[in-house]
């Protein structure tokens, strides 16, 4: 066989397989972020109307919906730090574990923004009209953000793998 040659264990689309991982990484994570960051400024600008001096107070959940587009960032370099050619060894096996990987990253990250976008756009504008209304939708927010963090630790769990 020549050195252009793959085996049953290392098909020559294998990587195209840890390629999909890291973009699905990036790519469903970021557009959980881009909505959670959309919903919620759209909250901001129409809460900011009435109370402007709360604005930086409420910016909480565009913050945090940015940190979703991170655990996408740091699953989708850690894959594409590993890619590699077939015929240099890249398994198969490696190719699903790394799509899974940014599946579960992508996927969790996209439900998280979601989450993040609608809670923090009813929380700050029901804030601006109850401001005792704030702890209870930062607390929201944080099990929405977990949600995100959840899929970060089965990526790493599978890219660890």
Same mark, same amino acid.
């Given at each position: ?30 557009? #959980?972020?881009?909505?959670?960051? @959309?919903?919620?400024?759209? +909250? $901001?600008?129409?809460? &900011?109307?009435? *109370? ?33 050619s077939a015929s240099d060894g890249y398994t198969l096996f490696d190719g699903f574990m790394h799509l899974g990987a940014g599946l579960a990253v #992508?996927?969790?990250?996209?439900? @998280?923004?979601?989450?993040? +976008? $609608?809670?923090?756009? &009813?929380?700050? *504008? ?36």
């Amino acid at each position: 066989m020549s050195s252009t040659d793959t085996t049953t264990d290392n098909p020559i689309y294998g990587p195209f397989f840890g390629v999909m991982g890291a973009a699905g990484a990036i790519i469903f994570s970021a557009m #959980g972020a881009a909505y959670g960051t @959309a919903k919620s400024g759209t +909250g $901001i600008a129409s809460m &900011a109307v009435m *109370r402007p001096e709360m604005i930086m107070k409420c910016i909480i959940p565009v913050v945090m919906a940015g940190i979703i587009a991170i655990y996408g960032l740091v699953v989708a370099i850690l894959i594409a730090g590993d890619l590699k050619s077939a015929s240099d060894g890249y398994t198969l096996f490696d190719g699903f574990m790394h799509l899974g990987a940014g599946l579960a990253v #992508g996927f969790s990250g996209l439900g @998280a923004g979601f989450s993040i +976008g $609608i809670v923090g756009d &009813a929380g700050v *504008r029901g804030t601006a009209q109850q401001p005792r209304l704030f702890v209870g939708m930062i607390l929201i927010l944080i099990f929405s953000e977990v949600l995100g963090l959840y899929g970060l630790i089965v990526a790493i769990y599978l890219y660890a793998k």
